[in-house]
């Protein structure tokens, strides 16, 4: 049984499909690549798993038990054992003490202390220790970033899900953030990566899925998916040994 | 031209020799309408907060109404609240007529439509990404509605002080529900009004300028959140 | 499209329609020969007499009529004063005595008269019933002292003619207002007109002073009785009085004149006798008219016609 199961997952708004029969798994300390173009529907997939939106068919199933149709009280405790990073991520308006310390505050977790401990050494390990006082809505881009990767791993999720997570960091930042990520995996983590970049993929994924225009059009071992080609480009897509028939 | 420049010199007066008829009137103006803002407040920024983030028919008809209802008239309002209370009314023996709480129930009812539909506007204002960052971060719905009143909360503030000066500044409610009863029931308004029927020009003309004076220390204080 | 010249001459042609436009309405209103501003009090004003009385005097002299100010009788009195309104119909004897030596008024008319009321719950606590009015007041204020939960009186409290002959009667009584204004919680002050009182009175089963015909609109709604109708010390005599264009000059006196002299006509004197007989079964009224010495008018000053001239300074 894999720790997460998406089983004939379909999403239309209206008349649009954005997801048309999806049908993945992911287990725990496993990394997940999902790559494709933009528009292909990665971010309404993350959407979907993190149960913010309810799939028009199929099911999202979480250690063997539905979590996708259940009602409000399962959907939120489903919810608190996983943890997103929008691909822009917003801050309260707050400190970052205050943002990253957020999901321990709202499921009640511990004394103020403790939350502080733990948020302290999730900006540790995100390369941001000191910035607890800060106001969050006026760090950069990257560092925006870097915080919401903090909010979301100092909640130890099960399933973490990251929608571009390096995208607006230099290389040296994304680096140390891919060391991270490879380690938390190591751990009893299972995540899932939305990605444009082919080789950030390609070092961190142990599975790769390619989504194209809502459809996954390849499942595999990252080497065998992405093979030698490295190509960033978000449009064009071509998988070296997988002719696509459009 | 004379009454209102003799109407300023009386009001620096009155204030500068702490006339106790004026500061007794206006103490109570002062918690009259406070307590009315504070109490109103505690229901409708949650209301507000469940109105806004919940999807339910006829929602849009329901703030539509809210708005319509800001400019209700306050002697409107003051005879609903009159009829309610009276002895020949349903709560008439309550005996809240013609008290200060009475007139603390009636204006709560008249700001009410202006706290509810600025919270509204208030977190309309809030960018929707916030409220799927708190419901990822494992918010339930009451944490949700508190986090964007937390975030859009300089604007609800400023709701509160505009229900406020509203609350204060009536006259309606305060005269028909509080009966202008001396020492009991007088407020600022009420007692501009005796002033003037009475042909006190000058007297009504410095009462007005003192609630004027109230009034802009509010709307400062006003500037200073919507500005942040 | 226009050429350049015509454009010109049409923008030409609309101005001085529009300065035409202006002078004419300004003119138009700076003629106030033909207007007369009225001050009257609410007692008086809400029952609608004076708009009955006024229709039939436009009528007849082709004028505009307003009524501009008809709350209390202090805010006419100050209008008069500032020279806002020309005439002015108040029900205050000793303000408007005074009103006149101040030189802001020409001369008194008595012309219509009626009377307060003492009213009460129907229990009568203070037992006034039969009594006459400033014995009554004396008996509730000592039954209030005593027992100020079943004894109530409400005041109006705002220098209102109807609060004037309420202060007249405590002196009547005995009583210096001053301390029985404040002498307990079964005196309230409610600061309001007469219909708020009554209101207040009928809420809270009191005790109040209150001019008939205000009485008599608010009936339907009350629970409250009258309890002493009638008597000279409840007499209520309403008065007319053209500002002074001497001293406040720009009033339109002559027409002020005109309407008090109808106001004393024989005509004019029978709308005032039979008004209200209809909607409330017996007359709002008194006519002036034979009656000086009830009303306590001297003969110069009771339904006659007006004697100043309106010579300007």
């Known amino acids: 049984m894999a720790f997460l199961e998406i089983r004939n997952l379909r999403k239309s708004y209206g008349r649009a499909q954005i997801l048309k029969e999806i049908n993945?798994?992911?287990?725990?300390?496993?990394?997940?690549?999902l790559i494709g173009p933009t528009g292909s529907g990665k971010s309404t997939l993350l959407r979907l798993i993190d149960l913010l939106e309810e799939p028009s068919r199929g099911a999202i199933i979480l250690e063997g038990r539905a979590v996708s149709g259940r009602s409000e009280k399962e959907r939120i405790a489903a919810r608190r054992r996983m943890a997103m990073v929008f691909q822009k991520p917003v801050m309260f308006k707050s400190n970052v003490l205050d943002n990253v310390t957020f999901g321990l505050m709202v499921r009640g977790e511990g004394q103020a202390e403790e939350r502080e401990e733990k948020a302290r050494a999730a900006l540790q390990a995100v390369g941001l220790s000191g910035y607890e006082s800060r106001?969050?809505?006026?760090l950069s881009g990257g560092e925006m970033q870097r915080i919401a990767l903090a909010r979301a791993i100092v909640l130890e999720p099960e399933l973490l899900l990251l929608d571009e997570p390096t995208a607006n960091l230099d290389p040296r930042s994304a680096s140390a953030i891919d060391s991270l990520l490879q380690s938390l995996a190591g751990g009893r983590t299972a995540v899932i990566l939305a990605t444009h970049n082919m080789m950030q993929c390609r070092n961190l994924a142990d599975k790769v899925a390619v989504l194209v225009e809502g459809r996954i059009t390849a499942l595999g071992e990252s080497e065998a998916v992405l093979g030698q080609e490295e190509r960033s480009a978000t449009s064009g897509w071509k998988v070296p040994g997988f002719d696509l028939p459009w | 031209m004379e009454e209102i420049w003799n109407g300023i010199l009386r009001a620096v007066e009155l204030i500068v020799t702490l006339n106790p008829e004026v500061m007794e009137i206006t103490a109570r103006s002062l918690f009259i309408s406070f307590t009315a803002v504070f109490l109103a407040a505690i229901i409708d920024i949650p209301l507000g907060g469940l109105i806004e983030l919940r999807k339910f028919r006829g929602k849009r008809a329901l703030?539509?109404?809210?708005?319509?209802?800001?400019g209700l008239p306050t002697v409107t309002v003051g005879l609903l609240v009159f009829l309610l209370l009276s002895r020949s009314g349903p709560f008439g023996s309550l005996e809240l007529l013609y008290t200060p709480t009475g007139m603390v129930i009636g204006q709560m009812i008249l700001i009410?439509?202006?706290l509810i539909g600025l919270t509204i506007s208030a977190l309309r204002g809030v960018s929707p990404h916030i409220r799927d960052t708190a419901i990822s971060l494992g918010a339930d719905e009451s944490q949700v509605i508190r986090t964007i009143i937390k975030e859009a909360r300089f604007a609800v503030i400023a709701a509160v002080l505009i229900g406020f000066g509203r609350a204060l500044s009536e006259v309606g409610v305060a005269m028909m529900i509080g009966g202008n009863i001396r020492d009991y029931t007088r407020v600022l308004t009420t007692s501009i009004a005796l002033q003037t029927s009475m042909g006190n020009l000058e007297t009504s003309m410095a009462l007005g300028i003192i609630l004027i004076g109230i009034s802009m220390i509010l709307n400062l204080s006003l500037s200073r959140f919507q500005g942040r | 499209m226009l050429s350049k010249g015509l454009l010109m001459q049409r923008n030409l042609r609309?101005?001085?329609?529009?300065?035409?436009?202006?002078?004419?309405?300004?003119?138009?209103?700076?003629?106030?020969e033909g207007r007369l501003k009225i001050a009257t009090t609410s007692s008086l004003y809400d029952t609608g007499l004076l708009e009955s009385i006024v229709d039939q005097f436009i009528e007849k002299n082709d004028a505009t009529v307003q009524i501009p100010s008809h709350g209390g009788t202090g805010i006419a009195i100050a209008a008069g004063q500032k020279g806002d309104v020309d005439l002015l119909i108040v029900h205050d004897k000793a303000r408007e005595v005074n009103f006149i030596e101040e030189g802001d008024g020409l001369e008194r008319r008595c012309f219509a008269y009626n009377y307060f009321y003492i009213v009460g719950p129907d229990d009568d606590p203070a037992g006034v019933s039969g009594l006459n009015a400033s014995q009554a007041f004396k008996s509730i204020m000592e039954s209030g002292l005593s027992n100020p939960n079943q004894v109530k009186f409400i005041t109006r409290g705002d220098l209102s003619g109807t609060h004037s002959k309420e202060q007249s009667l405590w002196k009547a009584a005995g009583y210096d207002y001053s301390a029985v204004n404040t002498s307990g919680p079964w005196y309230v002050d409610a600061g309001?007109?007469?219909?708020?009182t009554l209101i207040m009175a009928n809420e809270k089963s009191a005790y109040t002073l209150t001019d008939m015909s205000t009485f008599m609109a608010y009936k339907g709604n009350l629970t409250l009785v009258p309890l002493i109708e009638g008597g000279d010390e409840l007499l209520n005599v309403y008065s007319a009085i053209a500002i002074n264009p001497e001293k406040h000059p720009g009033v339109n006196c002559q027409l002020a004149n005109q309407f008090i002299d109808y106001l004393v006509s024989p005509e004019c004197q029978e709308i005032i006798g039979t008004y209200g007989q209809e909607q409330y079964g017996k007359p709002l009224f008194f006519k002036g008219e034979g009656n000086c010495e009830v009303m306590g008018c001297s003969a110069e000053?009771?339904?006659v016609p007006t004697q100043a001239g309106c010579a300007q300074a």
């Not at chain 1, 106001?135 to 006026?138: F, G, L, P, S, Y």
């Not at chain 3, 309001?192 to 708020?196: E, I, L, V, Y």
């Open chain 2, 63 to 70: 703030v539509d109404l809210i708005q319509t209802l800001y």
């Open chain 3, 301 to 303: 000053e009771c339904v």
């Open chain 1, 135 to 138: 106001d969050a809505n006026t």
């Open chain 2, 112 to 114: 009410s439509p202006i």
């Open chain 1, 24 to 33: 993945l798994s992911v287990e725990k300390g496993e990394i997940l690549g």
């Open chain 3, 192 to 196: 309001s007109p007469m219909g708020a």
């Open chain 3, 14 to 32: 609309i101005s001085m329609f529009l300065i035409a436009l202006i002078t004419v309405s300004a003119a138009l209103s700076a003629a106030d």
